[in-house]
């Protein structure tokens, strides 16, 4: 069964580039979109884009301008680069399995902060 | 942009149904899909493609959407289904979640 976990620094200065992993195990990826999703402190959830194995992307407008997602030559590790951060950018960050028009595995999550 | 309206909260006493509305234009004619979020963990797929129950999740667990409104509903509702509950559903290639409901079961 496919597993993911994200990765990456906790701690991300303001107006820097914050770059996350999401690494797929137990199984691949397959034919499936990779999302990626935040939940800032306090607030609900927001989605930001997805990203096809073959390296196609969607991104969400609100994140469009300042976002990249890409995918490892193997399959198994995808990446989010968010430019030009700031505190709103704090956040718990997921990456998950859209399956049809749901998302059914996702990661544990990780918590970046945005502080100088 | 498409925006999905929830309840900032539901109380429900345990033992009763539970009902979460999700409200957006025309959103009977896009397949919703419910997700439970509990404090320090990722969010939890109940219900997909309107009405159906992912493998492992509680029968109590039952949606429905037509005209403009979704809705979730958890029968003989337990005190481990108190969380937040997002809706969501597709504006063409993106995503949008309602601002979610927090579920309190009294």
């Known amino acids: 069964q496919v597993q993911l976990r994200e990765s990456g620094p906790g701690l991300v200065k303001p107006s820097e580039t914050l770059s996350l992993s999401c690494t797929v195990s137990?199984?691949?990826?397959?034919?499936?979109?990779l999302t990626w999703i935040r939940r800032p402190a306090g607030k609900g959830l927001e989605y930001i884009g997805r990203?096809?194995?073959?390296?196609?992307?969607n991104y969400s407008p609100s994140f469009r301008s300042r976002v990249t997602m890409s995918v490892g030559t193997s399959k198994n590790q995808f990446s989010l680069k968010v430019r030009s951060v700031t505190a709103a950018d704090t956040a718990a960050y997921y990456c998950?399995?859209?399956?049809?028009?749901?998302?059914?595995?996702w990661g544990p999550g990780t918590t970046v902060t945005v502080s100088s | 942009s498409y925006d999905l309206s929830q309840p900032p909260s539901v109380s429900v006493a345990p033992g009763q149904t539970a009902s979460i509305t999700c409200s957006g234009d025309?959103?009977?004619?896009?397949?919703a899909c419910w997700y439970q979020q509990k404090p320090g963990q990722p969010p939890v797929l109940v219900i997909y493609?309107?009405?159906e129950r992912p493998s492992g999740i509680p029968e109590r667990f039952s949606g429905s959407n037509s005209g403009n409104t979704a809705t979730l509903t958890i029968s003989g509702t337990q005190a481990m289904d108190e969380a937040d509950y997002y809706c969501?559903?597709?504006?063409?290639?993106?995503?949008?979640f309602g601002g979610g409901t927090k579920l309190t079961v009294l």
């Open positions: 998950a399995r859209l399956n049809g028009s749901g998302m059914d595995v």
């Open positions: 137990g199984d691949s990826i397959g034919d499936y979109y």
């Open positions: 990203i096809f194995p073959s390296g196609s992307t």
């Open positions: 025309k959103l009977g004619d896009k397949y």
């Open positions: 493609q309107d009405t």
């Open positions: 969501q559903a597709w504006d063409r290639t993106t995503a949008v």
